[in-house]
């Protein structure tokens, strides 16, 4: 797990994600430590849920470098507030990361705090380099990228997304 000053950064583990995929609650919290959001995964979210567990069990390595739940540690309820992960392991000292904070809990920093989490961690791995794709119509991400010193270094077509700007920051 990784600690922020407000934040638990959880590993969805296969077995995690089984459970939130097959509705298995109460099941899901208790592995997880969290309370998960009532309507989520939506649709694109329990897509993507099965592609990262499929990435884990075909390879252990995958697994503490995908997704991680964003639980607000500071409420005594433990919410899932998001979710926040790197695309894989670290790939010629770089690692993609990409983050979501449901709506309730948007505006709180929360997004921020969880990507310098996951920076630190990275960079206590060897990660000298972050990536970033964010849709060009997300401003919200887009400031989060330029506060952290982000740079725009290109554009890619997502078969999920549309469009995206590509951001790298080398690790300083």
Same mark, same amino acid.
């Given at each position: 797990?990784?600690? *922020?000053?407000?934040?638990?950064?959880?590993?969805?583990?296969?077995?995690?994600?089984?459970?939130?995929?097959?509705?298995?609650?109460?099941?899901?919290?208790?592995?997880?430590?969290?309370?998960?959001?009532?309507?989520?995964?939506?649709?694109?979210?329990?897509?993507?849920?099965?592609?990262?567990?499929?990435?884990?069990?075909?390879?252990?390595?995958?697994?503490?470098?995908?997704?991680?739940?964003?639980?607000?540690?500071?409420?005594?309820?433990?919410?899932?507030?998001?979710?926040?992960?790197?695309?894989?392991?670290?790939?010629?000292?770089?690692?993609?990361?990409?983050? *979501?904070?449901?709506?309730?809990?948007?505006? *709180?920093?929360?997004? *921020?705090?969880?990507?310098?989490?996951?920076?630190?961690?990275?960079?206590?791995?060897?990660?000298?380099?972050?990536?970033?794709?964010?849709?060009?119509?997300?401003?919200?991400?887009?400031?989060?990228?330029?506060?952290?010193?982000?740079?725009?270094?290109?554009?890619?077509?997502?078969?999920?997304?549309?469009?995206?700007?590509?951001?790298?920051?080398?690790?300083?």
């Amino acid at each position: 797990m990784i600690k *922020t000053d407000r934040l638990d950064l959880v590993v969805l583990s296969p077995d995690l994600i089984s459970d939130i995929l097959e509705g298995r609650r109460a099941e899901a919290e208790a592995l997880g430590g969290f309370a998960l959001p009532d309507d989520w995964p939506d649709a694109h979210d329990s897509r993507f849920l099965r592609w990262r567990r499929e990435q884990m069990l075909g390879d252990a390595a995958y697994e503490g470098w995908l997704a991680r739940a964003i639980v607000l540690r500071s409420d005594e309820a433990r919410p899932m507030i998001g979710h926040v992960g790197y695309h894989g392991p670290p790939v010629g000292g770089a690692v993609e990361m990409g983050y *979501t904070v449901f709506p309730p809990h948007r505006g *709180t920093g929360y997004a *921020t705090e969880a990507v310098l989490g996951m920076m630190k961690h990275a960079r206590e791995h060897g990660v000298e380099r972050f990536i970033l794709s964010i849709s060009p119509g997300n401003a919200p991400s887009l400031a989060i990228a330029a506060r952290l010193g982000f740079v725009r270094t290109g554009e890619q077509m997502d078969e999920e997304d549309g469009l995206e700007w590509v951001f790298e920051l080398k690790a300083g």
